[in-house]
Protein backbone atom coordinates (compact mmCIF):
# COMPACT_ATOMS: atom_id res chain seq x y z
CA UNK A 1 0.00 0.00 0.00
CA UNK A 2 1.11 3.60 -0.97
CA UNK A 3 0.20 6.77 0.57
CA UNK A 4 1.00 9.42 -1.55
CA UNK A 5 0.74 12.90 0.45
CA UNK A 6 0.32 15.97 -0.99
CA UNK A 7 -0.09 20.06 -0.30
CA UNK A 8 2.15 21.09 2.60
CA UNK A 9 3.88 24.47 2.60
CA UNK A 10 4.39 27.44 4.36
CA UNK A 11 1.53 29.93 4.89
CA UNK A 12 1.03 32.86 7.58
CA UNK A 13 -1.02 32.69 11.12
CA UNK A 14 -4.73 32.56 9.91
CA UNK A 15 -4.63 31.05 6.63
CA UNK A 16 -5.55 27.84 5.27
CA UNK A 17 -4.06 25.10 3.38
CA UNK A 18 -5.32 21.74 1.79
CA UNK A 19 -3.86 18.68 2.12
CA UNK A 20 -4.31 15.51 0.16
CA UNK A 21 -3.71 11.75 0.41
CA UNK A 22 -4.38 9.19 -2.64
CA UNK A 23 -3.67 5.83 -1.33
CA UNK A 24 -3.01 3.05 -4.16
CA UNK A 25 -1.51 -0.55 -3.87
CA UNK A 26 -2.88 -4.74 -4.39
CA UNK A 27 -5.42 -5.70 -2.86
CA UNK A 28 -6.10 -2.27 -0.98
CA UNK A 29 -8.82 -2.27 1.69
CA UNK A 30 -9.49 0.91 3.91
CA UNK A 31 -11.45 0.66 6.95
CA UNK A 32 -10.32 4.30 7.65
CA UNK A 33 -8.17 7.09 6.65
CA UNK A 34 -6.68 9.74 8.75
CA UNK A 35 -4.18 12.53 9.55
CA UNK A 36 -1.46 12.44 12.12
CA UNK A 37 1.19 15.00 12.90
CA UNK A 38 4.08 15.83 14.97
CA UNK A 39 5.99 18.23 15.82
CA UNK A 40 9.23 19.00 17.32
CA UNK A 41 9.70 18.02 21.13
CA UNK A 42 6.01 16.70 20.93
CA UNK A 43 4.43 13.41 20.47
CA UNK A 44 2.38 12.34 17.53
CA UNK A 45 -1.02 13.16 18.25
CA UNK A 46 -4.50 12.38 15.63
CA UNK A 47 -5.52 14.80 13.92
CA UNK A 48 -8.20 14.12 11.94
CA UNK A 49 -9.95 10.80 10.63
CA UNK A 50 -12.62 9.19 8.40
CA UNK A 51 -14.57 5.89 8.49
CA UNK A 52 -15.38 4.23 5.10
CA UNK A 53 -18.88 5.00 6.09
CA UNK A 54 -18.10 8.69 6.41
CA UNK A 55 -17.64 8.76 10.10
CA UNK A 56 -15.50 11.66 11.49
CA UNK A 57 -13.11 12.41 14.41
CA UNK A 58 -10.92 15.34 15.07
CA UNK A 59 -8.54 15.87 17.89
CA UNK A 60 -10.12 18.87 20.27
CA UNK A 61 -7.03 21.55 19.16
CA UNK A 62 -8.52 21.01 15.39
CA UNK A 63 -11.95 20.90 15.94
CA UNK A 64 -13.64 23.36 14.33
CA UNK A 65 -11.19 25.00 11.63
CA UNK A 66 -9.73 21.61 10.51
CA UNK A 67 -12.07 19.37 8.08
CA UNK A 68 -11.28 16.11 6.54
CA UNK A 69 -13.40 14.43 3.34
CA UNK A 70 -13.19 11.44 1.28
CA UNK A 71 -13.38 10.87 -2.14
CA UNK A 72 -13.55 6.99 -2.19
CA UNK A 73 -14.03 6.20 -5.64
CA UNK A 74 -10.57 7.80 -6.28
CA UNK A 75 -9.26 6.52 -2.30
CA UNK A 76 -8.33 9.48 -1.58
CA UNK A 77 -8.55 11.54 1.86
CA UNK A 78 -8.23 15.57 2.27
CA UNK A 79 -7.76 17.47 5.42
CA UNK A 80 -8.81 21.31 4.74
CA UNK A 81 -7.06 23.62 7.60
CA UNK A 82 -8.40 26.78 8.29
CA UNK A 83 -7.34 29.26 10.24
CA UNK A 84 -3.98 28.32 11.01
CA UNK A 85 -1.60 28.91 13.72
CA UNK A 86 2.07 28.63 14.96
CA UNK A 87 0.69 25.38 16.74
CA UNK A 88 -0.08 23.95 13.84
CA UNK A 89 3.48 23.63 12.54
CA UNK A 90 4.38 19.59 12.16
CA UNK A 91 4.89 17.20 9.75
CA UNK A 92 1.48 15.83 9.03
CA UNK A 93 1.12 12.42 7.95
CA UNK A 94 -1.75 10.46 5.76
CA UNK A 95 -2.46 7.10 7.83
CA UNK A 96 -4.58 4.49 6.70
CA UNK A 97 -6.35 1.36 9.00
CA UNK A 98 -7.28 -1.57 6.32
CA UNK A 99 -9.52 -2.81 9.04
CA UNK A 100 -11.32 -2.44 12.36
CA UNK A 101 -9.27 -3.23 15.16
CA UNK A 102 -5.93 -3.43 12.78
CA UNK A 103 -4.79 0.24 13.93
CA UNK A 104 -3.48 2.54 11.40
CA UNK A 105 -1.19 -0.27 9.49
CA UNK A 106 -0.03 2.49 7.02
CA UNK A 107 2.10 5.59 6.81
CA UNK A 108 3.10 8.07 4.53
CA UNK A 109 6.01 9.53 4.31
CA UNK A 110 5.13 13.14 5.95
CA UNK A 111 4.39 16.41 4.69
CA UNK A 112 5.73 19.74 6.26
CA UNK A 113 2.91 22.37 7.04
CA UNK A 114 4.86 25.48 8.69
CA UNK A 115 2.41 28.53 9.94
CA UNK A 116 4.51 31.56 10.51
CA UNK A 117 3.91 34.36 12.24
Known amino acids: VYLDESGGGLVQTGGSLRLSCAAS????????MGWHRQAPGKRRELVAS???????NYADSVSGRFTISRDSAKNTTFLQMNSLNSEDTAIYYC????????????WGQGTQVTVSS
Open 95 to 106: TLSSARGRGWDY
Open 25 to 32: GDGLSIHA
Open 50 to 56: ITGDGNT
